[in-house]
């Protein structure tokens, strides 16, 4: 049975000396990385099970392979209120051991492939986790496809019902490029910039 671990880490030291294959596996209800160089926290909604195998390719280089399941908590891009976002990483990222790299990081190798390069035989996978769960995110979501969004002008959730202004907002305004269900992926990047389709009083 997995178990919820703090940080997801695996060890190759065995694999490095005799080229057998290494596993991991475990759930998490968090991640901590490193962004610039500000420490930050990426939450679950759940348990995030995690399974990855890596296999020598000779020498220092190997590959990573395996799956990663978090749910993000994002905002509706309209009314703000809390959506659940799962989603199903199908993980493949050639490894290399390099003595002198302190923290694990994706680098560029020469042939343009995404390297994952890490100093130590124990290596804490937080960051390359967090760093493709990011980059699979979906930039915006609506917690309904059919979301009225808050009001202009007061702020009012017009999911629970018309305010004063609502004759003043055009329903033009309303963007349906948005109109994808609760959890589905409308474009890739961060969850970060969920605010940018957010629409705010002139
Ligand atoms: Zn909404
Ligand atoms: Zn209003």
């Known amino acids: 049975m997995p178990h919820m671990t703090d940080q997801p880490r695996i060890h190759l030291g065995t694999l490095l000396r005799?080229?057998?294959?290494?596993?991991?596996?475990?759930?998490?209800?968090?991640?901590?990385?490193e962004q610039g160089n500000e420490h930050q926290t990426l939450h679950f909604a759940e348990a995030a099970p995690?399974?990855?195998?890596?296999?020598?390719?000779g020498g220092d280089d190997m590959y990573l392979q395996g799956t990663f399941e978090p749910t993000l908590v994002m905002e509706c891009a309209r009314c703000l209120r809390e959506v659940?976002?799962?989603?199903?990483?199908?993980?493949?990222?050639?490894?290399?051991?390099?003595p002198s790299v302190e923290k694990p990081h994706l680098d560029e190798a020469d042939?343009?492939?995404?390297?994952?390069?890490?100093?130590?035989?124990?290596?804490?996978?937080?960051?390359?986790l967090a760093e493709t769960t990011i980059l699979a995110a979906?930039?915006?979501?609506l917690h309904a496809p059919d979301c009225k969004g808050l009001c202009q002008v007061c702020g009012h959730?017009?999911?629970?019902?018309?305010?004063?202004?609502?004759a003043q907002v055009p329903v033009e305004e309303i963007d349906?490029?948005?109109?994808?269900?609760?959890?589905?992926?409308?474009?890739?990047?961060?969850p970060f910039a969920a605010l940018k389709d957010l629409a705010l009083p002139e």
């Open 18 to 33: 005799t080229s057998d294959d290494a596993h991991a596996e475990g759930e998490l209800d968090h991640l901590n990385y």
């Open 50 to 57: 995690y399974e990855i195998d890596v296999n020598s390719l």
């Open 84 to 98: 659940h976002v799962p989603l199903e990483l199908q993980l493949g990222t050639l490894m290399r051991f390099d």
């Open 111 to 128: 042939t343009g492939e995404e390297i994952l390069l890490f100093g130590e035989p124990d290596v804490d996978l937080s960051g390359y």
């Open 138 to 141: 979906p930039l915006s979501v």
């Open 157 to 166: 959730d017009l999911n629970e019902g018309p305010c004063e202004h609502m």
């Open 176 to 190: 349906d490029d948005l109109g994808t269900p609760e959890g589905t992926v409308h474009a890739r990047q961060n």
